[in-house]
């Protein structure tokens, strides 16, 4: 494609952009906005290895603390944080459901200490809120499709590693308190935070435990008129969440380490707003007046418990060995529509209902790693995943069943190994995972409304099963200090989103052991990269292709639900970083830029002709920052440009028009803490967003502006 002379002609500007003089990573700059983990020896948990991420062929970027923490003064959130620092990332929706949200054109797997936060049965779309980002030490993200966490993860990984347990004998507190408000400063857009974590420890056992508690206000745009709340999908704005965490740690040798993590996260809309309806026609979003909303309000609940054991010396080897357990509970806004309408419940057509998915997951990981004795230079790793997962969607107004409880479980032992050859001007790495998954879905009913008599549909249950053997390779190149090149090829697995394909099925006699629309998608990823990091200058390219013979997309139906599709898909993509010390003492200024195409068959006949829509893929996207630090003082400035886009194949109305929006902070260390001010949308422009501007194209209720102008004032202290 034409951009892949863009990425040879980019190679060959980042040969002659290497400074004379290395520079060790120690030295590097720790306030990047986006750290290339490949620049020094940072150990990336998700990888499954103790391996530094520059040993490996992989695109790995890591968001430190001091780096996370600015974006979330700026942005509240972990996904939004994410969202705003990496280019290939699409824009949020700005609610509470990421449905649609994407890395590099697929879904990504959201972990937390690497247990997956999805819910592969019926993705409920809430796996970025299920955890106060307060409880977050650094963001590891993995980009392009792998099977490192097993299912899920055909975009990447976003790992979340908690805060780590107290260092040092005695009592440690840290403290947030943290106030946000609207450009008018008006009463009911304020909204305002308090979190608190205090860390005891006493020679081997520590214990960490803390609370977080944010009230959201409305939301207003640019133009000064609350945003529309989405009654479905769930809302951020007006709304409470509370989390409370918990670590006890003890070692039982220098090498040796018991430990139990567990988090209890919920996020519930208050009510107090209700949508009206704007005009596409004349360009005039939804907004939201004071009202009741109808139902119970959406909320999000998630625990989690994890116990782990950490041997780095067994046998010369490391070993890790992790239990978890985790619940999730979506409740999702009510509605009058044609889908859950049931004559023999309420023969006039208003039946009002709303729908609560539930998830609950037990499973386990085990890794050991050594060298091989005799050859130290081949490290191997072992391991074995199991997961099991057991998912329902019921409408919880009348008690009906919209997705039969499903169970859901993965075995998967894998293998990897990396070859260090010439000193380490090349490594070679590859390894291979076995994937046995089984579905168990009882017999059961559908809803009336998928039938066209009105009377439910009877589906045989059944025991589908896939086993599939997944591989990865790739190979690097250091030639000089600071230079690194990789190709590499790696295969994802994950399923369809089940759910939504077990609750709409509309024929009689299916069984669902013989129903194809179950098949997993695989999804190849390959890649090729060149990073170098010299002198002042750290600067990263890729391009990668990614495909699946049997994808999964999203399209809506006329009730504003998506259903499953299954078609080919294939992706490929350009994303280029840049980030270099200015000679300015304490100035760095960094460039991002992520071009992504995707095409599927949407027609049917076999051809890729039609381009993804916005619900499938992000736009194109160019980042320009510039931080600076110097003492107690720090400051950022960032825009990020969302680039205009068609979507050939799709209707001409979901044509993407772009827009652009700048963000600040400063911040400033004093005898309390560090006192800070994040301006999200500086300018205050006026946007639709993304989903709005390219999806919903026939929904007036659902037409969203994004965010104006909002000041978040922050106070973070360490006793």
Same mark, same amino acid.
């Given at each position: 494609?034409?951009?892949?002379?863009?990425?040879?002609?980019?190679?060959?500007?980042?040969?002659?952009?290497?400074?004379?003089?290395?520079?060790?990573?120690?030295?590097?700059?720790?306030?990047?906005?986006?750290?290339?983990?490949?620049?020094?020896?940072?150990?990336?948990?998700?990888?499954?290895?103790?391996?530094?991420?520059?040993?490996?062929?992989?695109?790995?970027?890591?968001?430190?603390?001091?780096?996370?923490?600015?974006?979330?003064?700026?942005?509240?959130?972990?996904?939004?944080?994410?969202?705003?620092?990496?280019?290939?990332?699409?824009?949020?929706?700005?609610?509470?459901?990421?449905?649609?949200?994407?890395?590099?054109?697929?879904?990504?797997?959201?972990?937390?200490?690497?247990?997956?936060?999805?819910?592969?049965?019926?993705?409920?779309?809430?796996?970025?809120?299920?955890?106060?980002?307060?409880?977050?030490?650094?963001?590891?993200?993995?980009?392009?499709?792998?099977?490192?966490?097993?299912?899920?993860?055909?975009?990447?990984?976003?790992?979340?590693?908690?805060?780590?347990?107290?260092?040092?004998?005695?009592?440690?507190?840290?403290?947030?308190?943290?106030?946000?408000?609207?450009?008018?400063?008006?009463?009911?857009?304020?909204?305002?935070?308090?979190?608190?974590?205090?860390?005891?420890?006493?020679?081997?056992?520590?214990?960490?435990?803390?609370?977080?508690?944010?009230?959201?206000?409305?939301?207003?745009?640019?133009?000064?008129?609350?945003?529309?709340?989405?009654?479905?999908?769930?809302?951020?704005?007006?709304?409470?969440?509370?989390?409370?965490?918990?670590?006890?740690?003890?070692?039982?040798?220098?090498?040796?380490?018991?430990?139990?993590?567990?988090?209890?996260?919920?996020?519930?809309?208050?009510?107090?707003?209700?949508?009206?309806?704007?005009?596409?026609?004349?360009?005039?979003?939804?907004?939201?007046?004071?009202?009741?909303?109808?139902?119970?309000?959406?909320?999000?609940?998630?625990?989690?418990?994890?116990?782990?054991?950490?041997?780095?010396?067994?046998?010369?080897?490391?070993?890790?060995?992790?239990?978890?357990?985790?619940?999730?509970?979506?409740?999702?806004?009510?509605?009058?529509?044609?889908?859950?309408?049931?004559?023999?419940?309420?023969?006039?057509?208003?039946?009002?209902?709303?729908?609560?998915?539930?998830?609950?997951?037990?499973?386990?990981?085990?890794?050991?790693?050594?060298?091989?004795?005799?050859?130290?230079?081949?490290?191997?790793?072992?391991?074995?995943?199991?997961?099991?997962?057991?998912?329902?969607?019921?409408?919880?107004?009348?008690?009906?069943?919209?997705?039969?409880?499903?169970?859901?479980?993965?075995?998967?032992?894998?293998?990897?190994?990396?070859?260090?050859?010439?000193?380490?001007?090349?490594?070679?790495?590859?390894?291979?995972?076995?994937?046995?998954?089984?579905?168990?879905?009882?017999?059961?009913?559908?809803?009336?409304?998928?039938?066209?008599?009105?009377?439910?549909?009877?589906?045989? !249950?059944? +025991?589908?099963?896939?086993?599939? *053997?997944?591989? %990865? &390779?790739?190979? $690097?190149? @250091?030639?000089?200090?600071?230079?690194?090149?990789?190709?590499?090829?790696?295969?994802?697995?994950?399923?369809?989103?089940?759910?939504?394909?077990?609750?709409?099925?509309?024929?009689?006699?299916?069984?669902?052991?013989?129903?194809?629309?179950?098949?997993?998608?695989?999804?190849?990823?390959?890649?090729?990269?060149?990073?170098?990091?010299?002198?002042?200058?750290?600067?990263?390219?890729?391009?990668?292709?990614?495909?699946?013979?049997?994808?999964?997309?999203?399209?809506?139906?006329?009730?504003?639900?998506?259903?499953?599709?299954?078609?080919?898909?294939?992706?490929?993509?350009?994303?280029?970083?840049?980030?270099?010390?200015?000679?300015?003492?304490?100035?760095?200024?960094?460039? !991002?830029? +992520?071009?992504?195409?995707?095409? *599927?068959?949407? %027609? &049917?006949?076999? $051809?890729? @002709?039609?381009?993804?829509?916005?619900?499938?893929?992000?736009?194109?996207?160019?980042?320009?920052?510039?931080?600076?630090?110097?003492?107690?003082?720090?400051?950022?400035?960032?825009?990020?440009?969302?680039?205009?886009?068609?979507?050939?194949?799709?209707?001409?109305?979901?044509?993407?028009?772009?827009?652009?929006?700048?963000?600040?902070?400063?911040?400033?260390?004093?005898?309390?803490?560090?006192?800070?001010?994040?301006?999200?949308?500086?300018?205050?422009?006026?946007?639709?967003?993304?989903?709005?501007?390219?999806?919903?194209?026939?929904?007036?209720?659902?037409?969203?502006?994004?965010?104006?102008?909002?000041?978040?004032?922050?106070?973070?202290?360490?006793?």
């Amino acid at each position: 494609m034409h951009f892949g002379r863009l990425f040879i002609a980019s190679v060959s500007t980042l040969a002659f952009a290497t400074p004379a003089v290395a520079q060790d990573a120690a030295e590097a700059d720790g306030d990047a906005a986006v750290e290339a983990a490949a620049s020094s020896d940072i150990v990336v948990t998700a990888t499954r290895t103790q391996l530094p991420a520059s040993a490996l062929p992989l695109t790995i970027d890591v968001l430190d603390s001091e780096t996370f923490n600015r974006q979330l003064t700026i942005s509240g959130s972990t996904v939004d944080a994410v969202s705003a620092l990496l280019p290939s990332f699409s824009p949020t929706r700005e609610k509470l459901s990421g449905a649609g949200e994407s890395l590099r054109g697929r879904s990504p797997l959201y972990a937390i200490d690497g247990i997956p936060q999805s819910t592969p049965v019926r993705d409920g779309s809430r796996d970025g809120y299920t955890i106060d980002p307060f409880f977050i030490d650094r963001v590891e993200v993995i980009y392009g499709s792998n099977a490192l966490q097993g299912i899920g993860g055909t975009g990447g990984v976003v790992n979340q590693v908690t805060v780590a347990a107290p260092k040092e004998d005695g009592v440690s507190i840290r403290t947030l308190l943290q106030g946000t408000a609207s450009d008018s400063f008006a009463g009911e857009a304020l909204g305002g935070k308090a979190a608190a974590l205090a860390g005891w420890r006493n020679g081997a056992f520590d214990a960490s435990i803390g609370g977080a508690f944010e009230r959201r206000g409305a939301f207003i745009d640019g133009a000064g008129k609350r945003i529309g709340v989405d009654g479905a999908q769930g809302e951020i704005q007006d709304s409470d969440s509370w989390s409370v965490f918990g670590r006890l740690g003890y070692d039982l040798g220098p090498d040796t380490r018991v430990e139990l993590v567990a988090n209890h996260f919920e996020l519930q809309g208050n009510g107090h707003y209700v949508r009206v309806p704007g005009d596409r026609a004349e360009g005039r979003p939804s907004s939201s007046e004071l009202g009741q909303t109808p139902g119970d309000p959406p909320s999000n609940t998630a625990d989690m418990v994890s116990l782990s054991l950490t041997d780095k010396n067994l046998a010369g080897g490391t070993f890790t060995l992790q239990g978890f357990y985790n619940r999730t509970r979506d409740l999702f806004g009510g509605d009058i529509n044609s889908t859950f309408q049931d004559p023999a419940i309420d023969p006039t057509g208003q039946l009002f209902d709303q729908s609560a998915n539930k998830s609950r997951k037990v499973g386990g990981k085990v890794t050991y790693e050594r060298g091989i004795p005799g050859f130290d230079d081949l490290v191997v790793t072992l391991g074995f995943d199991a997961l099991f997962d057991k998912t329902e969607q019921t409408l919880i107004q009348t008690g009906r069943a919209w997705v039969p409880e499903t169970e859901f479980r993965s075995l998967a032992p894998f293998a990897q190994a990396n070859l260090k050859l010439l000193d380490g001007v090349v490594r070679l790495a590859g390894g291979v995972r076995h994937e046995d998954v089984k579905l168990t879905v009882d017999d059961y009913h559908t809803l009336a409304s998928y039938s066209d008599n009105g009377t439910p549909i009877f589906v045989a !249950g059944g +025991s589908p099963s896939f086993s599939r *053997t997944l591989f %990865n &390779g790739g190979v $690097i190149v @250091e030639p000089i200090q600071g230079l690194r090149a990789y190709g590499s090829f790696a295969e994802g697995f994950t399923i369809a989103d089940v759910g939504r394909i077990l609750r709409s099925i509309s024929e009689e006699g299916v069984d669902i052991d013989d129903f194809l629309s179950l098949e997993p998608v695989i999804s190849n990823n390959k890649e090729l990269g060149v990073e170098l990091e010299r002198g002042p200058v750290k600067a990263t390219a890729s391009y990668f292709w990614s495909s699946s013979k049997l994808g999964s997309r999203l399209v809506m139906n006329s009730d504003g639900i998506f259903e499953v599709v299954r078609a080919p898909v294939d992706i490929e993509g350009l994303e280029l970083n840049l980030k270099t010390q200015t000679p300015v003492p304490g100035l760095d200024v960094s460039f !991002g830029y +992520s071009h992504l195409v995707g095409k *599927t068959d949407g %027609n &049917g006949d076999g $051809i890729l @002709e039609a381009d993804l829509d916005g619900a499938n893929i992000s736009p194109d996207r160019l980042n320009l920052a510039a931080d600076f630090t110097r003492g107690r003082f720090s400051a950022r400035a960032q825009g990020r440009f969302y680039l205009s886009r068609t979507f050939d194949g799709q209707p001409a109305d979901s044509a993407f028009e772009g827009y652009t929006l700048l963000d600040a902070y400063i911040g400033y260390r004093t005898g309390l803490g560090l006192v800070s001010l994040g301006i999200q949308n500086a300018l205050d422009e006026y946007y639709l967003t993304y989903d709005s501007d390219t999806v919903r194209t026939f929904d007036n209720s659902r037409y969203f502006a994004g965010r104006g102008r909002t000041f978040t004032l922050s106070l973070q202290s360490e006793f």
